[in-house]
């Protein structure tokens, strides 16, 4: 079931959303900061992280265990990658989906060498025996094995040694408090603004070797949803665009006609945002309309909508989750150049005077 949840969300993988094939890993791969004077904005992160690093690196002790919170594409891998690079230190990486046994963990643990960072992407999705080995690993760099089962099972004690957990997570919420407070720090990462979005545009073009103008990279920007993995997405199809059907150079006018082509509009929408706007506001009256429903019409499942739609249609003022379900705000309408309809009779509140 997880599975099949996984690959629906991966299968969507509209230029916004969803997840790139082996060759675009591997560009993506190729443009990540490599250290942290190259990472772009989280200004305060970064200085956060670099003093934990470099305080941990005069110690000479493994770094304190670092969790990085925020939404996907915001970095929180690379940041991983960096944190191991700036320790010197070698960077074993899994996901809390794949330790579905406590065993997975144990196996895991008891491979790492001393100062090793563990990046644990998704750890919110770990299963709940392997989350409580790890707080005794984390805190006692200790997990107990346990062999046999019922009544006669004992638990072993296994040293491990002293590593750092870095966890990354899209959902903290999620994390139980036990499991959070082990960590000695949280960086928690923000949405970029269009100033830096254009800066990591352009070094990417760099690194991709693509002329740009500077109207040009602002065009991808804007669209890019305060997300340094679409802007990059974006900026190759561009790239696409420019080298097949003009003459390579990224210009507004290539990056508005390669945008309006891959069904990108000026505020970063993508297809399935302006179906899921039009079924709310054409056929639910801008609701309240539940979830099941509104997925049902825009032909979606359900996990689909919820996590790759709304979050950014709900940031950027257009929908809003309430109770009764999900309703279309003014900015919904206006966008599909609608007029807000109306309120029904029988919406009013009783006791109002119709000024
Ligand atoms: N601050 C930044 N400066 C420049 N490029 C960045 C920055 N943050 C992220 N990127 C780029 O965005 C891409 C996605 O970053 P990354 O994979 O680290 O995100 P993530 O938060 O781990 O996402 P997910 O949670 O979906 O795995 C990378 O290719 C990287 O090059």
């Known amino acids: 079931m997880e599975l099949l949840r996984q690959r629906s969300l991966e299968q969507r993988?509209?230029?916004?959303?969803?997840?790139?094939?082996?060759?675009?890993?591997?560009v993506e791969a190729a443009l990540r900061p490599r250290s942290l004077d190259e990472v772009i904005g989280q200004e305060r992160v970064r200085e956060q992280l670099s003093l934990v690093l470099q305080a941990a690196r005069s110690r000479g002790r493994a770094a304190d265990h670092v969790l990085l919170s925020g939404p996907p594409g915001l970095g929180k891998t690379t940041l991983a990658m960096i944190i191991a690079a700036e320790l010197s230190a070698p960077l074993r990486l899994t996901s809390g989906p794949a330790i579905t046994h406590a065993g997975d963990l144990a196996a895991i643990l008891?491979?790492?060498?001393?100062g090793d960072v563990l990046f644990v992407d998704e750890i919110h999705r770990m299963s709940r025996p392997a989350e409580e080995m790890l707080y005794l690993a984390m805190e006692d760099f200790r997990v107990d094995v346990v062999i046999g089962k019922g009544p006669g099972a004992t638990a072993i004690p296994l040293e491990i040694p002293p590593f750092t957990l870095v966890g990354a997570t899209t959902r903290a919420g999620l994390l139980p408090g036990p499991l959070r407070?082990?960590?000695g720090f949280t960086g928690h990462l923000e949405f970029y603004g269009a100033d830096e979005l254009d800066e990591i545009v352009r070094r990417s073009a760099g690194l991709l070797e693509v002329e740009t103008l500077p109207d040009g990279t602002a065009e991808i920007a804007s669209r890019s949803r305060g997300t340094p993995r679409i802007a990059n997405r974006l900026l190759r199809r561009v790239r696409d665009y420019a080298q097949v059907r003009a003459d390579g150079v990224v210009t507004r006018d290539i990056a508005r006609r390669a945008l309006d082509l891959f069904e990108v509009d000026e505020s970063g929408l993508d297809r399935l945002d302006r179906a899921v706007l039009d079924a709310l506001c054409s056929r639910f009256g801008g609701g309240p309309v539940g979830l099941s429903t509104l997925a049902v019409a825009v032909g979606e499942e359900r996990e689909t909508v919820e996590e790759v739609a709304e979050p950014f249609l709900v940031r950027n003022g257009m929908l809003a989750r309430t109770p009764r379900g999900r309703v279309a705000t003014a900015a919904a309408w206006?966008?599909?150049?609608?007029?807000v309809p109306a309120p029904a009779q029988s919406d009013r509140q009783p006791g109002l005077f119709d000024g």
Do not use: K, P, Q
């Open 181 to 183: 407070d082990r960590f």
């Open 334 to 339: 206006a966008h599909l150049g609608l007029d």
């Open 110 to 114: 008891s491979g790492l060498n001393e």
């Open 13 to 26: 993988s509209a230029l916004t959303g969803g997840e790139a094939d082996a060759d675009e890993r591997a």
